[in-house]
């Protein structure tokens, strides 16, 4: 499946600029370098630029997805930031943070989604993808909860994250570098979430009010 980010088109001063803000934001909400959380031996986390997002990174998507992502730095579209683990100066695995209002039963709720958690293969095991999520969800500030999409749930449910049923589910459908249609369908059995204040997930349909991740 082929997709296409509707980014506006920008220069390189402008994504220079964008991204000293971005890393000043991203340096000062990284609770994660002083906090309790445990990084594995030799594993620092650090934010991503997107206007310097290159080969190794593309590598390491192929490596965790093959044949989905074509070569690009996202599936869908860009995620708002990305955080990287590195082994020295070797990129070990990253995570995308989406930052979203989305609505439950027409209620509206902030949510942080998780995107694309990935380790390469080699080095998984370790605890990387753990300290990646850990990381994330330090990141989230007032959010009222963590959510993600996935096949397999047995690093998310080991960190709290519970499957919702039912998952009546809309979002905006992008396909072969479109934007094609709104899709309703319930995602009972991928969709996970996690609480981040003191509320429980609400019953009702969800609307991602933009494309899912």
């Known amino acids: 499946m082929r997709t296409v980010s509707n980014r506006p088109k920008v220069g390189s001063a402008d994504l220079a600029a964008v991204d000293d803000q971005n890393e000043a934001v991203l340096n000062r909400s990284m609770l994660f370098e002083n906090s309790l959380s445990q990084l594995p031996f030799g594993i620092t986390i650090r934010?991503?630029?997107?206007s310097k997002e290159g080969t190794e990174l593309a590598a390491l998507l192929e490596a965790a997805f093959p044949d989905t992502f074509e070569?690009?730095?996202?599936?869908?579209?860009?995620?708002?930031?990305?955080?990287?683990?590195?082994?020295e100066d070797i990129l070990?695995?990253?995570?995308?943070l989406e930052l979203r209002a989305i609505t439950i039963g027409g209620q509206h709720f902030e949510i942080l989604g998780i995107i694309?958690?990935?380790?390469?293969?080699?080095?998984?095991?370790k605890g990387i993808a753990s300290a990646l999520l850990n990381a994330a969800e330090e990141r989230a500030?007032?959010?009222?909860?963590?959510?993600?999409?996935?096949?397999?749930?047995?690093?998310?449910?080991?960190?709290?994250?519970?499957?919702?049923?039912?998952?009546?589910?809309?979002?905006f459908a992008i396909e072969n570098l479109r934007?094609?249609?709104?899709?309703?369908?319930?995602?009972?059995?991928?969709?996970?979430?996690?609480?981040?204040g003191i509320g429980r997930w609400p019953r009702g349909d969800i609307d991602l009010l933009g494309y899912l991740f």
């Open 47 to 50: 934010p991503s630029k997107f």
């Open 71 to 87: 070569g690009r730095h996202f599936y869908k579209q860009r995620p708002h930031s990305r955080l990287l683990a590195f082994d």
């Open 92 to 96: 070990v695995g990253q995570v995308g």
């Open 116 to 125: 694309d958690l990935c380790v390469l293969p080699e080095r998984r095991s």
């Open 141 to 171: 500030g007032d959010r009222d909860f963590s959510i993600l999409f996935a096949d397999d749930p047995e690093l998310y449910s080991k960190h709290g994250y519970e499957h919702i049923s039912p998952a009546v589910t809309r979002w």
């Open 179 to 196: 934007s094609h249609s709104v899709i309703e369908r319930d995602m009972s059995g991928v969709l996970m979430a996690k609480p981040l």
